[in-house]
C-alpha cells in the first residue's frame, strides 16, 4: 500500500531519465550544491515537471529510425546504473520498459538507509541491463535483468518483454503459450532444482512468468529469480522445455517469437566477429551534416543548436589522429587528460565532431554492452585517435562481486571493445571509483592499469554547462584526470568550453596514456606524476 504512495513522491521528484541522448536543455536540472552530503540522490525535476516520454530522446532531424537507441538513469550517489533500449517500431514496449526501470529506481532511492557512502566501500547499488532476445519483422523481445547490492550481498532478477509488431501489443510471457494448464504442467513435470515447489511454478503461470525466451535450439525457457519456487540455496531456476514440447504449446504468436529468438542478430553478430577487421575510413560517406556547424565559439550550444547526433551521418571525425600518436612530453608540458565514461551512445559522435574540430584528444571508458549496441561509433573513437579504456561491461560495482564475476565483467568488455575497434585496452575505469584490494590483483592479472581520476566535474548531477566549466577551471592542476560522461547532453556541451579554459591556462590536452607514459598493470592511478 506504501508502495504506491511512495512510489508517487519519489516519483514527482524523480528528475531525469538521462538519455543516451536526453533533449533536455542545460538549465532544466539545478546543480547541486554540496557533492558530499546526502541526498543528492533524486535530481530535481525538468522543466515543467513533464516526465520524459519514450519519444523524446531523438532529435527532429533524425535520419535514421531503424537504430536501436538506448536510454540511461544513472547516478553516483546513490549508486545506481540503468540501462534500456529504445527500440524503434516499439513504443508500447519502449514505454512499458521505461516504466519498469523508472520503477525499480525510484524503489531502490526509496528504500535505501541514511548513510554517507565510501568510495572505496561497498555500498547499495542498483544496476539494470538489457538484451535483446528475439527480433524481427512481427516480434520483438527484450530481457531486462536487475542486480540489486543490498549492502551484504547482490540479487539478480530478470523479466522478459514481448511485443507484436503487426498489432502493436505487448504479449504476456504466459500467453506465449495457447493453453496455460498444459504449460503448467509440462513446467511443474520438467522443473528440476533441490527443493523446488511444483505447485508454485504452477500456479507461477496463471500469476504471470516474469521471464519466457527460447534458446538457440528453439527450446523455450523459464527463469525463476531466487526464492520465487525454491530456496534461495537453489539460486535462479531455468526450467527448459524440450523443442518438440515448445512447439506443441505455442500459440502463433509465441511460434513467431521462437523464430525471432533464433535469428537473433545480436548474437550473430557475436559469434561472426571473433577478430574483428582493422576499421576502414568512412569518408566516403560523408553526409550533409559535415559542414564545421560546431562552434567553437557557441557556449550556449544545448540541445537546439541542431547539431546532429545520429551514428550514421558520420561527421568530420574520422580524420587524422587529434593527438594520441603525436609527442607529447608531459614532464616539460602541462598535461590534463580528459576523460569520458559509460558510453558509447548515439551523442558519441557529436562529441567526436567537437572534439574533432577543437585538436583534442580524450579517453573514453567504455560500457562492453554500450559497444555492443554502437560498434561502429565506437571504431570512430578508436580511428580519430582517442584512447579507450573499458568501464566494465554493465557498469557494476565491482567491490560487491565475487571474483569470477569481476573477471567476467571486465574480460566481456575488452573483448567487445577489442572486437568493434581491432585493438586490446589497456586501462580500466572501475564504475563508481570502487576498488579494492581484490579488484587490483584481478586487474593485475588480466594486463590492466586501473584509471580513477583528480578532478570531478559532477556532470551527472549538475547537467549544465557553465557549472562543469567552472569546476574544471577551479580545480584542474598539471597532470590531472578530468572525470565527464559523454551519455550526458549537456556534457558534450562543455566540452568547447572546458577544452578553451584548460588552453588558456597553458594546459596541453593529452590521452591518459600519454599522461601517464607505461602503466603498471592493477596499479590505480588518480592522476600523472
Ligand atoms: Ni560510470
Not at 118 to 139: C, K, M, R, Y
Not at 388 to 402: E, N, R
Request: net charge negative; charged share 25%; proline share 8%.
Amino acid at each position: 500500500m506504501h508502495m504506491n504512495q511512495r512510489r508517487r513522491l519519489v516519483g514527482a521528484v524523480l528528475a531525469v531519465l538521462v538519455l543516451g541522448s536526453c533533449s533536455f536543455g542545460s538549465s532544466d536540472v539545478a546543480p547541486q550544491a554540496d557533492s558530499s552530503t546526502r541526498p543528492p540522490a533524486t535530481p530535481t525535476p525538468s522543466s515543467g515537471g513533464t516526465e520524459p516520454t519514450p519519444g523524446d530522446s531523438d532529435n527532429s532531424h533524425e535520419a535514421d529510425a531503424d537504430e536501436i537507441r538506448t536510454r540511461t538513469l544513472t547516478a553516483i550517489d546513490p549508486r545506481y546504473h540503468a540501462t534500456w533500449p529504445d527500440i524503434p517500431g516499439a513504443d508500447p514496449l519502449n514505454q512499458a520498459l521505461t516504466e519498469a526501470v523508472k520503477a525499480q529506481v525510484v524503489d531502490f532511492v526509496a528504500d535505501l538507509p541514511e548513510a554517507a557512502p565510501d568510495a572505496a566501500a561497498a555500498v547499495p547499488e542498483l544496476n539494470i541491463g538489457w538484451h535483446l532476445i528475439a527480433e524481427s519483422d512481427t516480434v520483438v523481445g527484450v530481457r531486462l535483468t536487475s542486480y540489486l547490492f543490498a549492502g551484504a550481498g547482490g540479487a539478480e532478477r530478470s523479466r522478459t518483454w514481448w511485443f507484436d509488431r503487426s498489432t502493436s501489443e505487448l504479449v504476456d510471457n504466459s500467453a506465449l503459450s495457447a493453453d496455460p494448464d498444459k504449460f503448467a504442467r509440462a513446467l511443474a513435470w520438467t522443473v528440476r532444482a533441490p527443493g523446488v515447489d511444483r505447485d508454485l511454478v504452477r500456479d507461477s503461470v496463471a500469476d504471470g512468468l516474469s521471464d519466457v525466451s527460447f534458446t538457440d535450439s528453439g527450446a523455450l525457457e523459464v527463469r525463476f529469480d531466487e526464492y520465487a519456487v525454491a530456496p534461495g540455496s537453489s539460486g535462479v531456476v531455468t526450467v527448459r522445455l524440450s523443442a518438440d514440447l515448445t512447439t506443441r504449446l505455442l500459440t502463433d504468436f509465441g511460434g513467431a517469437a521462437r523464430a525471432a529468438a533464433s535469428v537473433s542478430p545480436v548474437d550473430a553478430e557475436d559469434d561472426e566477429l571473433v577478430t574483428p577487421a582493422p576499421p576502414q575510413g568512412d569518408s566516403a560517406t560523408h553526409g550533409p551534416d559535415d559542414s564545421p556547424s560546431v562552434e567553437p565559439n557557441n557556449p550556449e550550444s544545448g540541445p537546439e543548436s541542431g547539431e546532429s547526433e545520429h551514428p550514421g551521418q558520420s561527421g568530420p571525425d574520422a580524420g587524422p589522429n587529434p593527438g594520441s600518436d603525436r609527442e607529447v612530453d608531459c614532464s616539460r608540458l602541462k598535461c590534463v587528460a580528459l576523460t569520458f565514461d559509460d558510453g558509447p551512445v548515439a551523442d558519441t559522435e557529436r562529441l567526436l565532431r567537437k572534439l574533432r574540430h577543437l585538436d583534442a584528444p580524450a579517453t573514453f571508458f567504455v560500457l562492453g554492452q554500450q559497444a555492443a549496441v554502437y560498434p561502429e561509433t565506437l571504431a570512430k573513437v578508436a580511428r580519430a585517435g582517442h584512447e579507450i579504456g573499458v568501464h566494465t561491461w554493465d557498469h557494476k560495482q565491482l567491490t560487491s562481486l565475487g571474483g569470477r564475476d569481476i573477471r567476467d565483467e571486465i574480460v566481456s568488455s575488452v573483448r567487445e571493445v577489442r572486437k568493434a575497434t581491432g585493438v586490446r585496452p589497456t586501462l580500466l575505469r572501475p564504475p563508481y571509483g570502487a576498488t579494492g584490494p581484490r579488484i587490483d590483483a584481478i586487474t593485475a592479472r588480466l594486463g590492466l592499469a586501473q584509471v580513477l581520476w583528480n578532478v570531478d566535474t559532477r556532470d551527472w548531477a549538475v547537467k549544465s554547462v557553465n557549472p562543469i566549466v567552472r569546476e574544471v577551471r577551479r580545480s584542474a592542476r598539471r597532470n590531472s584526470i578530468v572525470l565527464m560522461h559523454d551519455i550526458h547532453r549537456t556534457s558534450v556541451d562543455a566540452v568547447p568550453q572546458v577544452v578553451r579554459t584548460l588552453r588558456n591556462r597553458g594546459y596541453t590536452l593529452v590521452t591518459v596514456s600519454q599522461l601517464l607514459g607505461d602503466t603498471t598493470p592493477g596499479h590505480r592511478y588518480y592522476s600523472g606524476n
